[in-house]
C-alpha cells in the first residue's frame, strides 16, 4: 500500500533514578506483550502502508512508514550516511513501524551534507511530517509530544547533533556514528550507540566509543557493537542476523524511552543480548 503526500557507582545510581522517573511517566502499551522471537522477527505484530512525502522542506527526500490499525504512536526518523540515498536505511522504516511507530525515512539535500547539516534536516522532517498528521493516509496517526532521531554514519553524527540541541527528543540511536565532535556530554536524550567492531570507516575507538564515554551519567545511555562487521551493518544490505539484533534492540530502546512500555525493559538489561554482540556497555539501565 502506498500513497503519495503533497506536504561510578554513585553516577550509575543517578542515571538508575533518571530511568524510573522516566518510566513512572504515562505508559503506552501497544501490541502482544514482546518475546526474543517477536523482536528479532523480519516483521512485528503490526500491518504497515507508506506514503511518500511529495515536496520535502529542506530535505531530500522523505518516505513515511506507519501502523495501519487505529491509534497514536511516537514520531521516529531515520537518516543515512555520506553518499547514501535513503534506500539505504529504509529497512528501518518498516521494521520499527510493525512495532508500534510512525517513522521517516529521509535523504538529505546532498549525499555529501555533514554531520550538522544531517542533524539540522533530521528535525526538518519530523516537524513536517508531524504537521502533516492532520489529513492523508496517516491522519491522526502520529502522537506529536513523542519523536525520536536515528542515523547511519554521519547520520548517526546528525543523531548526536540533533539529540544535543534537542532536549525534548525521547531517544536517539546513532548507528555506527561518524562525527569530528567527540564530546556529547551536553546530550540529555536517552542514546543507544549501535557500533560495529570492524569499522575501519568510523572506528569504534576514536568514534562510537568515544561519544559514549563523553556522556553523562545523568542520560541513560549504551553501546552495542556486532561481532566482526563492518561500518555498513545497520545497512539494508547487511545479514538478517544483523537486523534481527539491531531490530530487536532499537525497538527496545524507542518503546522504553518514548512509550515507558516496562514490558521492553528487560531486553534492554540483558549483559550480552546477542551471540553476535561483542561489547554491550550501559549506564542508567
Known amino acids: 500500500m502506498h500513497h503519495t503526500l503533497k506536504a561510578p557507582l554513585a553516577k550509575i545510581a543517578l542515571a538508575t533514578?533518571?530511568?524510573?522517573?522516566?518510566?513512572?511517566?504515562?505508559?503506552?502499551?501497544?501490541?502482544?506483550?514482546?518475546t526474543e522471537a517477536s523482536l528479532t522477527a523480519t516483521a512485528g505484530?503490526?500491518?504497515t502502508?507508506?506514503?511518500?512525502?511529495?515536496?520535502?522542506?529542506?530535505?531530500?527526500?522523505?518516505?513515511?512508514?506507519?501502523?495501519?490499525?487505529?491509534?497514536?504512536?511516537?514520531?521516529?526518523?531515520?537518516?543515512?550516511?555520506?553518499?547514501?540515498?535513503?534506500?539505504?536505511i529504509n529497512w528501518w522504516?518498516?521494521?520499527?513501524?510493525?512495532?508500534?511507530?510512525?517513522?521517516?525515512?529521509?535523504?538529505?539535500k546532498t549525499v555529501f551534507d555533514q554531520p550538522e547539516s544531517r542533524g539540522k534536516q533530521m528535525m526538518a522532517a519530523l516537524k513536517q511530517v508531524a504537521g502533516l498528521n492532520a489529513t492523508g493516509p496517516f491522519a491522526g496517526k502520529i502522537d506529536t509530544t513523542k519523536q525520536a532521531v536515528a542515523g547511519h554514519s554521519m547520520g548517526?553524527?546528525?543523531?548526536?547533533?540533533a539529540a544535543r540541541d534537542n532536549p525534548t527528543?525521547?531517544?536517539?540511536?546513532?548507528?555506527?556514528?561518524?562525527?569530528?565532535?567527540?564530546?556529547?556530554?551536553?546530550?540529555?536524550?536517552?542514546?543507544?550507540?549501535?557500533?560495529?567492531?570492524?569499522?575501519?570507516?568510523?572506528?569504534?575507538?576514536?568514534?562510537a566509543q568515544k561519544f559514549?564515554?563523553?556522556?553523562?551519567?545523568?542520560?541513560?545511555?549504551a553501546i552495542m557493537e556486532l561481532v566482526g562487521?563492518?561500518?555498513?551493518?545497520?545497512?539494508?544490505?547487511?545479514e538478517a542476523v544483523n537486523k534481527a539484533v539491531n531490530g530487536k534492540m532499537a525497538t527496545a530502546w524507542l518503546k522504553v524511552f518514548m512509550d515507558n512500555d516496562a514490558r521492553y525493559k528487560p531486553f534492554l538489561a540483558e549483559t550480552k543480548p546477542s551471540a553476535i554482540i561483542s561489547r554491550y556497555l550501559k549506564v542508567g539501565l
Open 45 to 47: 505484530p503490526l500491518a
Open 156 to 161: 548517526g553524527g546528525g543523531t548526536l547533533a
Open 49 to 88: 502502508a507508506s506514503a511518500k512525502v511529495a515536496t520535502p522542506n529542506t530535505y531530500g527526500s522523505g518516505t513515511v512508514w506507519y501502523p495501519t490499525a487505529a491509534g497514536q504512536y511516537g514520531l521516529v526518523v531515520v537518516s543515512p550516511g555520506f553518499t547514501e540515498s535513503e534506500s539505504a
Open 212 to 221: 559514549y564515554d563523553s556522556m553523562s551519567a545523568a542520560t541513560p545511555h
Open 17 to 34: 533514578s533518571t530511568l524510573l522517573l522516566a518510566t513512572a511517566a504515562h505508559a503506552v502499551e501497544i501490541g502482544p506483550t514482546p
Open 169 to 207: 527528543l525521547k531517544a536517539a540511536i546513532p548507528l555506527t556514528p561518524w562525527h569530528t565532535t567527540k564530546n556529547f556530554s551536553s546530550v540529555k536524550v536517552p542514546t543507544l550507540i549501535v557500533a560495529c567492531e570492524k569499522d575501519f570507516i568510523a572506528p569504534v575507538a576514536s568514534h
Open 229 to 238: 562487521e563492518d561500518h555498513f551493518c545497520v545497512n539494508n544490505s547487511t
Open 93 to 108: 522504516g518498516a521494521r520499527l513501524a510493525s512495532h508500534g511507530f510512525v517513522v521517516v525515512t529521509m535523504g538529505t
